[in-house]
């Protein structure tokens, strides 16, 4: 398969391989528009296919993992543009439904959907420049992609609550503390342990991943969907808004946004 947005490999035995797909729009700090979410989507499930694959690393490059969904490409969305076209539903959903093991490997920015596509994976191994956030508030709308239900699981209402209403930015130092990522690294090994890891799950056998996967995700899932139902609708919602227009716009044309809380 060829891919514009994505690049993929595969690395290790040949009968057990590890399988690395990177996000690949570097000069828009990997936004994630719906041709690069169609095409990961694609590759997930190519490789979920393939039975010399036991597991997957999604990573980015040294700056960003994912800035987000593409503001510019969503920017003039009309609520029925998003919630006919079930905007974000339709490819980015399709992460939780690969069944072996995915690592996010994320170093830089994982923001607004880039921390949501990290969060739908297993988990996240971060490099020690990585920098997490949920900033969509400043763009006039919510987290979209499942950010007001994962984060408050991983971290605690606090710590989500602090991220979603200021959409200030967390270090790697911070993500590891409250439990957003499983291990810190420093930049240059952070390909190295994330493969180590994804060696190691390769090495076990692939129904007992796949259960394990299912079991934790069990505990880990007790009524998210419903809330990200939920999330999805107030998402579409604020497309709505003037809020939303004047967000977005001021992103786009580098401006501060003036909001008029309607
Ligand atoms: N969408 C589209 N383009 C983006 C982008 C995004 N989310 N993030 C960055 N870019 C683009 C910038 O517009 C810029 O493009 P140009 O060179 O053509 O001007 C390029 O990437 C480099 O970005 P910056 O010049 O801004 O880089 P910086 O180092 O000064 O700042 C940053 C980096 C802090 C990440 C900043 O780019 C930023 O704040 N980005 C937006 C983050 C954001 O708001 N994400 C949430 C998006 S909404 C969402 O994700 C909804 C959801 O839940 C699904």
Redesign the pocket.
């Known amino acids: 398969m060829t891919y514009e947005m994505i690049v993929t490999r595969t690395e290790g035995p040949d009968s057990r391989q590890v399988a690395i797909v990177t996000l690949n729009r570097p ?3 990997n ?3 719906d041709q690069l979410m169609d095409e990961l989507g694609r590759a997930l499930k190519a490789f979920a296919a393939d039975d010399s694959v036991g597991c997957i690393v999604l990573t980015g490059s040294e ?2 993992f ?9 920017a003039n969305y009309s609520f029925a543009d998003v919630y006919n076209n079930d905007f ?1 539903t339709r490819n ?1 959903e399709q992460i939780r439904s690969i069944r072996k093991p995915v690592i996010a490997a994320v170093s830089g ?1 994982a ?6 596509l990290a969060m739908m994976c297993d988990f996240i191994i971060a490099a020690d420049n990585a ?1 997490f ?4 508030i ?2 006039g ?7 007001t239900q994962r984060l408050p699981r991983a971290v605690g209402k606090a710590k989500a609550m602090d991220m979603a209403l200021t ?1 200030r ?1 967390m270090d790697a130092a911070e993500a590891e503390r409250v439990g957003l990522v499983s291990r810190v690294v420093p930049l240059d090994k952070l390909m190295d342990e994330a493969m180590g890891a994804a060696l190691t799950i390769c090495s076990y056998g692939q129904p007992s991943l796949m259960a394990a996967k299912e079991a934790v995700n069990r505990a880990f899932e007790g009524g998210l969907s419903d809330g990200v139902m939920f999330e999805r609708r107030l ?1 579409h919602a604020l497309f709505a808004t003037q809020d939303q227009k004047e967000g977005m716009e001021a ?2 044309n ?1 401006r501060k946004p003036a909001f008029k809380h309607r």
């Open positions: 000069k828009q700090l936004a994630l528009n700056k960003a994912a800035a987000g969904a593409d503001i510019g490409a969503m974000i980015w920015f923001l607004g959907g880039g921390c949501e920098k956030g949920q900033p969509e400043k763009l709308i919510i987290p979209g992609a499942g950010g959409g930015m998402f992103f786009v580098k």
